[in-house]
């Protein structure tokens, strides 16, 4: 998490570029940094929170080319999806 921070702190001109999302349907709320890796590719580690900000799942995922499909890798189970 702090190398994603760093990264995104650096390529933003100090500021990272961070993302919060409410999904009251689902009753969950997702905090993302987006960060551009050393081999090009965009980015995201997300962190998902239920109503009570209990954390439910952590996360590092990575785009595709255009920016519209994500592949992920939850770090505390172990899956990709």
């Not at 100090?14 to 709320?29: A, I, N, S, W």
């Not at 980015?43 to 785009?63: L, Y």
Request: hydrophobic share 30%.
């Amino acid at each position: 998490m702090n190398e994603a921070i760093n990264a995104s702190t650096a390529q933003h001109n100090g500021k990272p570029q961070l993302g919060r999302v409410r999904q009251p349907e689902f009753k969950t709320c997702s905090m993302a940094i987006f960060f551009t890796s050393k081999d090009g590719k965009e980015n995201m580690v997300r962190t998902m929170e239920d109503s009570n900000g209990k954390v439910i799942s952590r996360e590092m995922c990575e785009f595709n080319q255009f920016g519209d499909v994500r592949i992920c890798i939850d770090w505390d189970r172990g899956t990709t999806h």
